[in-house]
């Protein structure tokens, strides 16, 4: 397992802070977790905007935010993400 290590404002010191006591955790494993989420969230962002520009299909773009395709076509409605009819198709098939 790598080491990262970072400075970050006493605003988000204190919210980090106020995360640990609330989730009952230690410093690392909240960190981790913050991140595991974080990361999460910005592959499906990025999946959905690359679905959206026509980069990809829906299939590639249900692979890069590492969901299943049902997940990432529900992750789509609730975003009411647009894109081009070529992508389409591939949901059809889902």
Not at 68 to 88: C, M, Y
Request: hydrophobic residues 35%; glycine residues 6%.
């Amino acid at each position: 397992m790598g080491t990262v290590s970072t400075r970050i404002p006493e605003s988000l010191k204190d919210e980090l802070e106020e995360f640990i006591d609330s989730e009952k955790l230690d410093k690392s494993t909240a960190v981790r977790k913050l991140l595991s989420e974080g990361l999460e969230e910005w592959r499906k962002d990025k999946a959905v905007k690359r679905l959206e520009n026509g980069e990809v299909s829906f299939s590639k773009a249900a692979e890069i935010a590492g969901m299943d395709q049902w997940s990432f076509s529900n992750l789509l409605k609730e975003r009411e993400a647009k894109w081009t009819g070529d992508q389409k198709r591939d949901l059809e098939a889902v």
